[in-house]
């Protein structure tokens, strides 16, 4: 099983998980072009997409999935929620909600309800049936029961969205900055480390640091917030980026 990240943060997200010939690309918020760009060097072509999750509607997480789903005959998966909310409805091969689980070629989905200003946001665990691949970006806060569903994990891709200074001094109007920063909004780096302590990281293979926001956040301070909190390697932690995203990493 491997994962790689196409680029992640406000101006587009997606991320890929391969195992053998089954290919889920979860969020597209990246034009067609910009995303068969992006998949090419990983050595992907769209046409070999199984399918594509959705977590939620905002725009740099859905922008491209209509068209790559269209234009590449790959079946969507999302909320009935999400549907709700996306501007431009595509169409659905099937409906998740929290607690589900769907089985594609070799892998196995299963969705999480997070807290987060949309419909209603899923995020997922995406299993090969021994490794254990989780994400969690887009989401204000979160409490034991979603911790519940991430535990075991052998690698997690989490958002670390901001730094808690920088956001408060920084140029976002008030509404912005209650919004980002609020139970509905994104994870500061503290947030985010400290709900990996609580997850517990000793069975992680890949701690990958996500959606960091470019205005309220710089690698260097998350990445030190967690080794802070963790007490790991900062070289073992790995930051998926908006423009060169994050190459393929293996989970053995
Ligand atoms: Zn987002
Ligand atoms: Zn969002």
């Not at 549907?83 to 409805?89: E, Q, S």
């Not at 509905?184 to 293979?205: I, K, M």
Request: glycine content about 10%; proline content about 2%; charged content about 20%.
């Amino acid at each position: 099983m491997r994962f790689a990240v196409l680029g992640s943060g406000s101006q587009g997200n997606g991320t890929l998980i391969a195992s053998g010939d089954t290919f889920i690309l979860v969020d597209c918020g990246f034009s067609l072009r910009e995303t068969e760009r992006r998949l090419a060097l990983l050595g992907v072509s769209a046409s070999d997409l199984s399918a594509v999750l959705v977590t939620h509607e905002h725009a740099d997480h859905v922008h491209g999935v209509g068209l790559l789903a269209r234009r590449y005959n790959v079946p969507v998966y999302l909320s009935q929620g999400t549907l709700r909310g996306m501007r431009k409805p595509v169409e659905v091969a099937g409906f998740l909600e929290c607690g589900a689980t769907l089985g594609i070629g070799s892998l196995q989905v299963s969705a999480a309800r997070v807290e987060h200003d949309a419909l209603e946001p899923l995020q997922y665990v995406i299993s090969d049936g021994s490794r254990r691949f989780g994400m969690l970006t887009d989401l204000g806060s979160y409490d034991a029961r979603l911790l519940e569903r991430y535990r075991d994990l052998d690698a997690l891709l989490i958002e670390a969205n901001h730094c808690r200074d920088l956001l408060a001094r920084g140029h976002y109007p008030r509404f912005l900055k209650v919004r980002v920063g609020g139970n509905q909004g994104h994870l500061n780096n503290h947030q985010a480390a400290s709900l990996v302590a609580e997850l517990g990281w000793n069975t992680l293979q890949h701690l990958v640091l996500a959606h960091l926001s470019s205005k309220n956040n710089l690698p260097h301070l998350a990445r030190q917030c967690f080794v802070d909190t963790l007490g790991c390697d900062p070289d073992w932690l790995q930051v998926a980026n908006q423009d060169t995203g994050l190459d393929w990493r293996h989970i053995a």
